[in-house]
């Protein structure tokens, strides 16, 4: 199941610059996932962003799953670089650093 294409808050493609494929993992509830998706739109970039929370259970704990991969403490937000780069938390420095400002 694609969760970017449905037209809730679950998770959505926000158009920009293209840095990589950047996905944010968040809660909806959180104010550091927030500052962090609020930063990636001020940065005009090109990312996806996932509110795990809002999911149904079977995209739920596919999305845990893979967020595990990265960290394992599945701490929110986190942000996903390239598949090879993950920053929890709100970052600011290691974000710009990551993407190239």
Known sequence: MNIFNQDTDKGKHVSGIDRGNVVMYGLS??????KTKKLLIDLG????YVYVDRLE???ENEAV?????????????TTI???????????????????GF
């Open 29 to 34: 509830t959180c104010v550091w996932c927030k």
């Open 45 to 48: 970039v090109d990312f996806e």
């Open 57 to 59: 259970e079977e995209d």
């Open 65 to 77: 799953e893979k967020l595990r991969l990265f960290n394992p403490s599945v701490s929110f937000p």
């Open 81 to 99: 670089i390239n598949d090879e780069k993950a920053i929890v938390g709100f970052k600011e420095k290691q974000i710009r650093e990551a993407l």
